[in-house]
Each structure stands twice: as structure tokens, then as C-alpha cells.
């Protein structure tokens, strides 16, 4: 699915089944529930932390991914809501970091 077809399906939800966004403030605290779910798994898959009760590692990256996609979701939403074309901020993102980063990660000796 291409990002401004996700945009479009996002917004429809949103008004049919969704009633109507929430402000741009309710999203952002949304948005940042969410991250802290993504955060806390990363920190029991990947960290020092574990899981209460063992979790096959399939489950886990089920999880995972639920979790980052209803991070993209809450950042459409704010996208959609703040008249953000999501396509073309990211195409100019890529450019921006291309230009700017194209050598610094190869002189980094930390790397």
C-alpha cells in the first residue's frame, strides 16, 4: 500500500467508524502511550528486562509489530489532522538526510 493511499484509508476510518479525530493534543499523548508500548517491549526482547511470563519469540514480534503500526497510525492521524502530506514529507526527509549525512556515518569511528 502506497503512503498517501494509508493516508486516505486512515481518514476514512476515521470518519465512518472513527466518528471524528481526536484533537491534536489527545493524539499526541496517544502517540506517546504508544511509543512507551513499543519501549517497553524492545526493552524485554532486546533488553535486561523480561517478560512476567514467557513469550514464544514469534508472539513477541506479533507484538512488536502491532505496536509500531498503531505508532504510524496516531502519526497519520496528527498527519491528517494538520494537513501533512506524509508521501512527500518523507521523500523530503530521505533528501534532506542523504545530502547532510552522506559522509558523516563513514567518518565515524564509532562505526
Known sequence: ???KAYQKQVDQWIKTIGVRYFNELTNMAILTEEV????RLIARMYGEQSFKTPIPHEEQLAKLADE???????????????????????????????SRDNQRHWQNRKL
Open 36 to 39: 512507551g508500548e513499543v519501549s
Open 68 to 98: 509500531l503500526v498503531d505508532v504510524i497510525w496516531v502519526v497519520t492521524c496528527l498527519a491528517n489532522q494538520t494537513g501533512i502530506d506524509l508521501e512527500t514529507a518523507i521523500i523530503k526527509n530521505i533528501e534532506k538526510k542523504t
Open 1 to 3: 500500500m502506497e503512503i
